[in-house]
């Protein structure tokens, strides 16, 4: 019995070494090869598609916020022009003839009364408007700005009320490949537009002060101030005057670096050729001429633009106080330095926004 025993036992144990050494075989490297062989050709193509679709995806958000930018830039200046009480246009004339008046950008330019045209800035879109200031003129004389409170009675009440201010749009052409306004860094940096505003201070209503600069309230607040850049009178000389919107404009160009400029938007095309030409701008806004002697308007003196990209642009009617404005962003400047001036094949990465605008037409309307 014994013997059976350890002989059965004996048996089993073989059985199962014979059974372990037949289930230990592993992969030949032959196997191993075919194996990497065939996930690469199943992965390779999957990869490609899933990295194609991200850059499909980041390619239409950056063409989506360039066209976001775009809308809110026009929207604003077409909030800034609803105030509009005067809109410079084009016309070339510097000073007055028997058939010609200055109304345009050229005359403020030849003025030295806004920044000068160069290189790398052009002045797109000038005009007066007014800007409201709130609970600001006391209604009790002898109260200062700058004491007045929201009650609505008191001696220390006070009413809303509105300044002239002069608004000035510029393209301006980075140079500076390394600049935050030119990234990624490279070659043709975008352009992008600055506002400038200089505005009139809170005037003192009771004061008899011959000289008028200084008929102005002493306590005013931060934006209520008078800009150094504005030209407010003396004791022989008017400031600003709507019937002569060439005269008096400011103080001169370099008192404007007291309010330096304010980026609007970014990446605007700076693309040279095959870009699209502005319209007519006569033919767009119906633009008639004035009456005879005067001599009739051209188009170019209609058409404000930097005579180049045409990526900013405004057609202004100074007689109807009527400005359409037109501006032409890049996509593809966000994402790329190179290979990203405009194509015809490629015209949905350079979105183009415009808007028009009557301005309110006169002072105090």
Avoid at 5 to 16: E, F, P, R, V, Y
Avoid at 62 to 91: P, R
Avoid at 307 to 328: L, M, P, Q
């Amino acid at each position: 019995m014994k013997t059976l025993l350890k002989l059965l036992l004996k048996t089993q144990h073989h059985q199962n070494h014979s059974g372990l050494a037949k289930t230990e075989k592993g992969m030949t490297l032959v196997e191993l090869l075919v194996g990497a062989i065939m996930a690469f050709l199943i992965i390779t193509p999957m990869l490609g598609f899933v990295v194609d679709m991200l850059n499909t995806d980041r390619r239409e958000q950056v063409k989506s916020n360039t066209e976001q930018d775009l809308q809110a830039a026009v929207d604003f200046i077409a909030q800034d022009l609803s105030q509009a009480i005067y809109i410079y246009d084009n016309n070339s004339a510097i000073t007055s003839t028997a058939t010609t008046t200055p109304t345009g950008i050229p005359a403020l330019l030849a003025g030295n009364f806004i920044p000068p045209r160069d290189a790398t800035q052009t002045p797109i879109l000038v005009f007066w408007k007014r800007q409201l200031l709130k609970n600001s003129i006391p209604l009790t004389a002898g109260v200062q700005p700058n004491t007045c409170t929201t009650t609505p009675t008191g001696a220390n009440t006070c009413n809303d009320t509105y300044v002239l201010a002069l608004v000035a749009y510029y393209q301006v052409r980075e140079v500076n490949p390394n600049s935050i306004w030119c990234q990624p860094s490279g070659a043709n940096c975008p352009t992008r537009i600055i506002r400038y505003q200089i505005q009139d201070g809170l005037r003192d209503p009771n004061s008899t002060n011959p000289d008028l600069s200084q008929r102005y309230f002493t306590g005013v607040t931060t934006g209520q101030q008078r800009s150094p850049a504005f030209f407010a009178g003396g004791p022989n000389q008017a400031g600003f005057d709507i019937s002569n919107p060439t005269q008096n404009v400011t103080r001169g160009a370099a008192n404007f670096a007291a309010n330096p400029p304010e980026v609007l938007v970014n990446y605007i095309d700076n693309s040279t050729v095959g870009v699209p030409a502005p319209p007519n701008c006569k033919t767009t806004l119906g633009v008639q001429d004035p009456p005879a002697p005067a001599a009739a308007l051209t188009p170019p003196e209609v058409l404000i633009t930097d005579g180049s990209t045409h990526s900013f642009y405004a057609c202004v009617d100074t007689a109807k106080n009527i400005a359409r404005v037109t501006i032409r962003g890049n996509s593809l400047r966000r994402l790329q330095p190179n290979d990203a001036d405009f194509k015809t094949t490629s015209s949905a990465f350079f979105p183009t926004a415009s808007v028009q605008v009557q301005g309110i037409g006169a002072l105090g309307k």
